[in-house]
Every structure is written in structure tokens, then in C-alpha cells.
């Protein structure tokens, strides 16, 4: 069946970067994007992009532009996401998704399981 | 992007239906039928319930269903039941391929 799985929890100090795995099974990886998404404690769902796994190309949001890299190894199906300069407020679970397609992806299904990173001086 | 407003909360008792709204900031919603809901339990992973407005995945009970009409979309939940109770949260595509959700509805089923 399809599963995401993702890297474990990650402790970062404030200013550093992280960089969050999401290895994909079960389908074709080049023929779906895979979404990230990102929670806070108590808080709701914040989209942080989503990248075609067919060409590389990334659509980020304009808030995330300057800190947030996606990226895809095709050789095995492993897609990442990389924040940079990271705060406080960053401190979230972070989760990856498959888009139903390489174009205007509107939904994510199924979800892996969440990577909590922490960010803490 | 503006987040897509939700209730903070809606309850209802077994057996009764309930309808979570999803209202866009401008037309976000009216110029596409892209609304998507998710079901998350505490703890839990996001969970899809229905995309595309309507469709319901592989394995999601008929008793959810979806509409839409201008520039707010529905999740409508017939024959409540205790598995129900968790937080629910829409999203949408918007204009240049973006994605908002909505800051999510928590349901009480009582």
C-alpha cells in the first residue's frame, strides 16, 4: 500500500537549519508531488509547499521562499524538506503528503506520520 | 494568503447531523471547486475525508458529504457518532498553484 514514511525528531538551536525526510512506497514517486505541511503546538495546519517529483520544480509560498528548500531523490524515492535560520516559533510537527498529481495539486493522501522538530536555545 | 475561516467549535449528539463551513477571504473559493477536508484526531495524522468538494476516498463512510456554494464550502456529517469527535480542516487551492487551510473546527460529539 502507499506509505510516507519520515525522519525522527529533530532539537535544533535557534539560527540553525533542519532537514526532514519523507521516503515514499507503494506507487510510481515521480508521477505524484509530495506536499509539506507544518502544526504547532495546538495550533492548526500551515502549508509550506509541494514539489513535482517528475521535474524538481518547487511551488513555495512566498512567506517560506527565502528559508525552505524541497528537494527529491528519485533513486529512492525520498523527498526533503530543508528550513533554514530557524526560530522559535518554528517549533512544530512537521508533515509530508502525496498530491494526487504533478499539477495543481489540491489534495494529500496519504500523510506520513510527522517529524516534531524543536527549536530551543 | 489569508487563512480560510472555520468555526472554532461545533458540537452535536449521536445520530444528529452537523455542517462545518469553510469561508474564503475574497473569491478564493468561488473560482474553484478544489476544497479538500480532513478529519484529525488528537494526536493522530491528518486524515482525508473528501476532496474536490464532494468525493469521498476509498474507505470514508458516506456519511460525510460536501458542497459548496460561492465562496463558502460545507462538510456536512449525517448520523453522528462518537468516532467523529476530533478536529476537522479544509483547504483550498487558490491562484499560482498555492494551498490555504482553514485554522480547523473542532467537533464534540456529545
Known amino acids: 500500500q502507499v506509505q510516507m514514511v519520515q525522519s525522527g525528531r529533530e532539537i535544533k538551536k535557534p539560527g540553525a537549519s533542519v532537514r526532514v525526510s519523507c521516503k515514499a512506497s507503494g506507487y510510481t514517486f515521480s508521477s505524484y508531488a509530495i506536499t509539506w505541511m507544518r502544526q504547532a503546538p495546538g495550533q492548526g495546519l500551515q502549508w509550506l509547499g509541494w514539489i513535482n517529483t517528475y521535474n524538481g520544480k518547487a511551488i513555495l509560498p512566498q512567506k517560506f521562499q527565502d528559508r525552505v528548500t524541497m528537494t527529491t531523490d528519485t533513486s529512492t524515492s525520498t523527498a526533503y524538506m530543508e528550513l533554514r535560520s530557524l526560530r522559535s516559533d518554528d517549533t512544530a510537527i512537521y508533515y509530508c503528503?502525496?498530491?494526487?498529481?504533478?499539477?495543481?495539486?489540491?489534495?494529500?493522501?496519504?500523510w506520513g506520520q510527522g517529524t516534531l522538530v524543536t527549536v530551543s536555545s | 494568503q489569508s487563512a480560510l475561516t472555520q468555526p472554532a467549535s461545533v458540537s452535536g449528539s449521536p445520530g444528529q447531523s452537523i455542517t462545518i463551513s469553510c469561508t474564503g477571504a475574497?473569491?478564493?473559493?468561488?473560482?474553484?471547486?478544489?476544497i479538500s477536508w480532513y478529519q484529525q484526531h488528537p494526536g493522530k495524522v491528518p486524515k482525508l475525508m473528501l476532496y474536490?468538494?464532494?468525493n469521498r476516498p476509498s474507505g470514508v463512510s458516506n456519511r460525510f458529504s460536501g458542497s459548496k456554494s460561492g465562496n463558502t464550502a460545507s462538510l456536512t456529517i449525517s448520523g453522528l457518532q462518537a468516532e467523529d469527535e476530533g478536529d476537522y480542516y479544509c483547504?483550498?487551492?487558490?491562484?499560482?498553484?498555492?494551498?490555504?487551510f482553514g485554522g480547523g473546527t473542532k467537533l464534540t460529539v456529545l
Open positions: 475574497s473569491s478564493d473559493l468561488s473560482a474553484y471547486s478544489f
Open positions: 483547504a483550498s487551492y487558490v491562484s499560482d498553484n498555492t494551498i490555504v
Open positions: 503528503a502525496r498530491g494526487q498529481a504533478n499539477f495543481r495539486v489540491r489534495w494529500f493522501d496519504p
Open positions: 474536490d468538494v464532494t
